[in-house]
């Protein structure tokens, strides 16, 4: 059975820090660089919301279906976005990683492949997750690409699945990565951030 309980995952340049009211005016900074809470098919939170993100994501914490994180690069120890577990099924050893998003700045760097590399290596290797799900908007083609970038398998596409904020309906996209297939994925996942180094 998982035991999912808050905690601090550090490595590779950033630090995943659990998700408290205290991030709210670093995270609505975040927010703010790139507007990004104008991509309709996204979950980042307008500047002026970010009370109302964490207090959902902190219910969710409660509830022992999610458990969401700040995201704190840290040769400049900014806040950058914030990512979390959701939809935790212990019977099922399983969570999905979402929810995620960065600062327009720190898109395209070694942020997002960091997080997902402590984020993997704590749900299989100390969770004991036999799988780890993501998801994506039908529309968010570089979510889909970025996931599909980190060696996770396309399980298929639920129709007509989920509100968006606007009041339409999304399609949402599924993919997984196995326990067994692990191994190679986070191969994968430390020659990505080898090569942003270099």
């Known amino acids: ?14 630090r995943l820090e659990p998700l408290q009211l205290e ?4 995270l609505a900074a975040a927010a703010a660089d790139g507007e990004l809470w104008k991509l309709w098919f996204t979950s980042v939170p307008e500047p002026t919301d970010t009370r109302t993100y964490i207090d959902a994501a902190l219910e969710g914490q409660r509830a022992k279906h999610m458990l969401a994180w700040a995201v704190r690069e840290l040769s400049d120890n900014r806040i950058v976005g914030s990512t979390r577990y959701h939809d935790i099924v212990p019977a099922a050893d399983r ?14 760097s070694h942020v997002n492949t960091a997080c997902k590399l402590l984020l993997m290596t704590h749900a299989f290797d100390a969770l004991h997750c036999r799988v780890v799900g993501l998801r994506t908007d039908n529309f968010n083609f570089v979510s889909q690409r970025a996931i599909e970038a980190l060696g996770a398998k396309k399980d298929g596409v639920i129709r007509h699945h989920h509100p968006r904020r606007d009041g339409s309906v999304r399609d949402t996209v599924l993919y997984s990565i196995l326990a067994s297939e692990w191994p190679d994925v986070r191969r994968h996942l430390q020659q990505r951030l080898e090569r942003h180094a270099d």
């Not at 059975?1 to 950033?14: A, S, Y």
């Not at 991030?23 to 670093?26: P, R």
């Not at 979402?98 to 600062?103: A, F, I």
Request: aromatic residues 10%; contains cysteine.
């Open 23 to 26: 991030h709210q005016s670093a």
């Open 1 to 14: 059975m998982l035991d999912v309980r808050p905690i601090t995952l550090e490595g590779c340049g950033v």
């Open 95 to 108: 969570v999905e990683i979402g929810y995620t998003w960065y600062s327009s700045s720190h898109q395209r």
